[in-house]
């Protein structure tokens, strides 16, 4: 039997979270097949083809696939579904929105963010934000998961798999694709980020917000992260949120800049290499997973930080 | 038209829940429960289109023991018009629970089916788009924004990296985000009234579902404690110790 890996992109460039999926693929020991899905596909197609661990990459193209639903993905997935014993994705807002769909249809259950893959069927994945690690046996027929990208290393490119045309269904009807807004940033990706400078409450304001974490940010060339209390108060947009509700990164160097550190947000950055917190609360939860804490007004010492540099 | 909420009682999200003894599940007892907040704003998203006057009648839904009541309860305070205790002392994952939801649906045949885009106790995130493969019908999850004409309705999503705006015809699955809403509080005399509204317990075993029971949690763990960290004093010592003890930042 085969695996089937779900490729995301968004028509220019492949998420570099899929390079990880495919290292997570190997544990099966099996054939590892790769599926995108687009408009014009043809290019991301050769460019995974040339990732290191790939058999195969199948390529559904059709100008109905610019924007894909769910729905349209389900029904090009759950067809080829029958040639694989395991279906996969990095863990995205993309993949936990299709492969709950497919699970569905396949009648197997399916494991959300896996961090480490035991055996054939056996995984470990955090449960109540990440406070808890629990062991998963699953027993069904076609194993159906998402992984967290940053548990696995990327697989490096230098091969040429083969790649292959497959037929396209028809766009259900039901669903429409109406528009998109993005966040338009020059930073890097918040998950793909070597280093991110995140921003809380105590920021006070958006403006303080941009004042403070941009240019410390700009000098480490680090992704902005936020809390939910920054996002919330609307010192930052909800795509930079970091934690249990929003995205989990895991970076080199993560600073925290006035966030106290709940469990929700220590969710989305525990496994950080080094956590930096500066922080004016001695009591603060954060020091308890920061590796280097300083107590003091962020308004003096992020500045500082950021000319020293 | 009528919308179906299912809701779900979670360990308060603000509890840090122990690992039992002998790693064989948390330990739940006696820790203070509540509805998972995402299904909150659901609930809420539900009331404010029947204050608007697109929907008429909302039903909440949940599936467990008698002690689920309580959450039932908050949702008839909040301004659910009815709920249903599907009663099982079983454990289900989200296939199970969408299957369940299935044979609710179709008994209750609403327009519009409304979850929390995840619950803060498992956090698999699947049971609503399970819910919508298993109807057929169409899915919008993680919903900011919810405009309802007609039959369809317009979701505005969070996706990574910004929103997405969907078109869903009704009957449909939302999922909300925590940004659809801010869910009120319940007053007195509304948990006083909700006593007097119906409250239907059905029997799992009464619905004829076949449930597969192919995943078992074999064991919990607290995950590694990170070590100890140092505090520094200043913002020299911070990038002495980054760089000649971490390696980084040159």
Redesign the interface.
């Known amino acids: 039997m085969s695996t089937l890996i779900i490729a995301e992109h968004d028509g220019q460039h492949l998420n570099e979270q899929l390079a990880r999926a495919i290292t997570a693929a190997q544990h099966w020991k099996q054939p590892v097949d790769v599926l995108i899905a687009g408009a014009q596909p043809d290019d991301l197609a050769s460019q995974i083809a040339a990732l290191q661990g790939v058999n195969s990459v199948l390529v559904a193209s059709d100008a109905a696939l610019q924007?894909p639903?769910?729905?349209h993905l389900?029904d090009i997935i759950v067809p080829l579904a029958a040639n694989y014993n395991v279906v996969l994705a990095a863990h995205?807002?993309?993949s936990?929105?299709?492969?709950?769909?497919?699970?569905?249809?396949l009648?197997?259950?399916?494991?959300?963010?896996v961090l480490e893959i035991l055996d054939r069927n056996?995984y470990v994945?955090?449960?109540?934000?990440?406070?808890?690690?629990?062991?998963?046996?699953?027993?069904?027929a076609t194993q159906v998961l998402t992984v967290r990208g940053s548990k696995f290393a990327a697989a490096p490119s230098g091969a040429t798999a083969e790649i292959k045309a497959i037929a396209t269904p028809a766009a259900p009807?039901?669903?429409?694709?109406?528009?998109?807004?993005?966040?338009k940033s020059e930073r890097p990706?918040l998950?793909a980020a070597k280093v991110v400078v995140s921003g809380g409450r105590a920021l006070g304001s958006a403006d303080a917000f941009a004042q403070v974490i941009a240019p410390l940010a700009d000098k480490?060339h680090a992704a902005i992260g936020a809390s939910?209390a920054a996002v919330d108060a609307g010192y930052a947009p909800?795509?930079l949120q970091v934690g249990?509700?929003g995205?989990v990164v895991a970076p080199?160097?993560y600073i925290a800049v006035g966030i106290s550190g709940a469990?929700?947000h220590a969710y989305g950055m525990?496994d950080s290499k080094?956590?930096?917190a500066i922080n004016q609360d001695p009591e603060a939860q954060i020091?308890k997973?920061?590796?280097?804490?300083?107590?003091?007004d962020l308004f003096e010492?992020v500045p500082?930080?950021t000319a020293?540099? | 038209m009528k919308a179906l909420i299912a809701i779900k009682r979670v360990v308060d999200y603000n509890i840090q829940v122990r690992v039992k003894a002998d790693g064989s599940n948390v330990d739940i007892d006696g820790v203070k429960m509540g509805i998972n907040p995402f299904d909150e704003n659901a609930i809420e998203e539900a009331i404010r289109l029947k204050e608007k006057g697109i929907v008429s009648e909302i039903v909440a839904v949940t599936i467990g023991g008698a002690a689920n009541q309580d959450i039932l309860r908050h949702a008839l305070a909040m301004g659910a018009d009815r709920a249903m205790l599907i009663e099982t002392q079983e454990t289900l994952h989200s296939l199970g629970v969408a299957k369940v939801l299935k044979a609710v649906v179709e008994r209750e045949q609403p327009n519009l089916i409304l979850l929390g885009k995840q619950a803060i106790d498992d956090d698999a995130g699947q049971t609503g788009q399970m819910l919508a493969a298993l109807l057929k019908l169409p899915q919008a999850t993680y919903a900011s924004q919810i405009t309802i004409e007609g039959n369809q309705a317009t979701v505005v999503r969070e996706i990574d990296g910004g929103t997405q705006t969907l078109a869903v015809s009704l009957p449909a699955v939302i999922t909300a985000d925590l940004r659809l809403n801010e869910p009120r509080y319940v007053k007195l005399p509304n948990l006083m009234m909700a006593r007097k509204k119906p409250l239907e317990n059905v029997p799992l075993d009464s619905l004829n579902i076949s449930l597969s029971h192919n995943v078992q949690q074999l064991k919990v763990a607290t995950p590694p404690a990170r070590p100890a960290g140092v505090m520094v004093k200043d913002v020299n010592e911070l990038l002495s110790k980054l760089r000649t003890h971490e390696g980084i930042l040159g």
């Open positions: 924007h639903t769910a729905e389900t995205s807002a993309f936990k929105n299709v492969l709950p769909r497919v699970a569905a249809l009648d197997v259950n399916m494991l959300s963010d056996t994945r955090g449960i109540y934000a990440g406070n808890v690690l629990a062991t998963v046996h699953n027993q069904d009807q039901g669903s429409r694709w109406v528009s998109e807004a993005f966040n990706a998950t480490l939910r909800n795509d249990q509700t995205v080199e160097l469990i929700q525990k080094v956590v930096v020091f997973i920061a590796d280097y804490g300083l107590v003091a010492v500082q930080l020293a540099l």
